[in-house]
């Protein structure tokens, strides 16, 4: 029959965030019993020196017989390093993603083309790196709780771009069974998220203690003034004890608690400035709990 078994809710132990982006990737976890501590994965080897990197490049290197070698910054170097003459035959993927959202006609068959022209299909090669992470997160998991069961325990989620349609979401999800992240029989342990919606979310999240009122810019006699950020956050945060009525927000981390609550009927846009794309999406909030209705599509 096609009626899915379904594994309890109460089985999952954490849930486990893929943010598969256009030009680096990474994930994220938290445990059902402790939902507001959400626990970047580990710091990524081979990294760019002097840079902070949560996330790995989004580069997949198979060898010539088309099996899996390395996914990130190790795919990166192993594939810049190898002799010319020989590099010819191996496949090295980079900014595959776009692919998925170019191709009208995007089916379970849709070929990726690797750096040296050979082709491969879109599917393997997102189940590939889909696979990476997956491994790379259990074995994070196992460390910290080592009872937990690798098939049931985890509730998976993965963000597409808003602006993707169905087929692409679709897609994504045979990737992911592809890779063994959750079984086609349970296709409620898997989530397919929209990256807009997980960043509004967030935000929400953050109980707005984080959101500055920047209606009064560091404006003087209506020119920008010289003054360090900031005194203009400062100001910010001084205009935002008087006037609570104003709503620009921008979200601030690490500059002290400000409360202010967004009410019903509050729009405010989410900009996800990616490193391929950028995609524009208007929210309303319709309940303070927190439901959102999309006012404009993502473009």
């Given at each position: 029959g096609s009626e899915h078994r379904s594994i309890p809710l109460s089985r999952f132990v954490v849930?486990?965030?893929?943010?598969?982006?256009?030009?680096?990737?990474?994930?994220?976890?938290?445990?059902?019993?402790?939902?507001?501590?959400?626990?970047?994965?580990?710091?990524?080897?081979?990294?760019?020196?002097?840079?902070?990197?949560?996330?790995?490049?989004?580069?997949?290197?198979?060898?010539?017989?088309?099996?899996?070698?390395?996914?990130?910054?190790?795919?990166?170097?192993?594939?810049?390093?190898?002799?010319?003459?020989?590099?010819?035959?191996?496949?090295?993927?980079?900014?595959?993603?776009?692919?998925?959202?170019?191709?009208?006609d995007l089916t379970m068959k849709t070929e990726l083309e690797a750096l040296n022209g050979k082709k491969v299909q879109a599917l393997e090669v997102f189940a590939h790196a889909l696979r990476f992470f997956k491994e790379h997160a259990v074995r994070e998991l196992k460390e910290q709780c080592p009872s937990l069961d690798e098939n049931e325990g985890i509730r998976w989620v993965i963000t597409v771009p808003a602006i993707w349609k169905q087929p692409a979401k679709q897609f994504m999800r045979e990737a992911a069974y592809l890779a063994g992240l959750v079984s086609p029989e349970y296709p409620e342990q898997l989530l397919i998220a929209l990256e807009p919606e997980a960043a509004s979310i967030y935000c929400r999240k953050l109980r707005l203690h984080q959101l500055i009122d920047l209606s009064c810019k560091a404006l003087f006699n209506g020119f920008p003034s010289d003054r360090s950020i900031d005194s203009s956050f400062r100001q910010a945060r001084e205009q935002l004890r008087r006037s609570r009525h104003s709503r620009t927000f921008l979200v601030e981390t690490g500059m002290g608690e400000l409360w202010s609550e967004m009410q019903a009927g509050d729009r405010y846009i989410v900009a996800d400035c990616g490193g391929g794309t950028v995609d524009l999406t208007v929210h309303q909030i319709e309940q303070p709990q927190g439901t959102l209705k999309e006012l404009y599509k993502a473009s």
């Open positions: 849930v486990v965030a893929i943010d598969f982006g256009t030009t680096s990737s990474g994930y994220a976890f938290s445990f059902v019993k402790d939902p507001e501590a959400i626990h970047m994965m580990r710091k990524w080897e081979g990294g760019d020196p002097g840079v902070a990197h949560q996330k790995t490049p989004t580069s997949l290197l198979l060898t010539p017989d088309k099996a899996f070698h390395s996914f990130g910054y190790t795919a990166r170097d192993v594939y810049h390093d190898l002799d010319p003459e020989e590099a010819r035959d191996w496949l090295y993927f980079e900014k595959f993603k776009m692919k998925i959202h170019s191709t009208s």
